[in-house]
């Protein structure tokens, strides 16, 4: 069985930082990319940011520059660096990987549950 444990959210004022991270864990086999996703109230979830294995990363336009989303391949953990964060960056956020795994072959989407992430005064 495979989890996508989230950690680091919480209430932050504008301008400031939070650092989430996220761990898998179970029979992983090899992790291909990692990710970000945030959905806020009444809107569909979105890409935060993306690292493939070997480190490129593509992100939101929404974050880019205030962002960094970076990897422990050895510790199958994806992290996000959140800087000058906004209320409009409000949101749950989904950490997402492609994975196999002992028991099934082949690169298969995983979710974590969500961590919320509230920018405001």
């Known amino acids: 069985q495979v989890q996508l444990l989230e950690f680091g959210g919480g209430l932050v004022e504008p301008g400031g930082s939070l650092r989430l991270s996220c761990v898998a864990s179970g029979s992983i086999f090899s992790i291909d990319a990692m990710g970000w996703y945030r959905q806020a109230p009444g809107k569909e979830r979105e890409l935060v940011a993306r690292i493939s294995s070997g480190g490129s990363t593509n992100y939101g336009d929404s974050v880019k520059g205030r962002f960094t989303i970076y990897r422990e391949n050895a510790e199958n953990t994806v992290y996000l660096q959140m800087l000058s964060l906004r209320p409009d960056d409000t949101a749950v956020y989904y950490c997402?990987?492609?994975?196999?795994?002992?028991?099934?072959?082949?690169?298969?989407?995983?979710w974590g549950q969500g961590t919320q992430v509230t920018v405001s005064h």
């Open positions: 997402n990987a492609d994975l196999s795994t002992a028991q099934v072959p082949g690169d298969h989407s995983y």
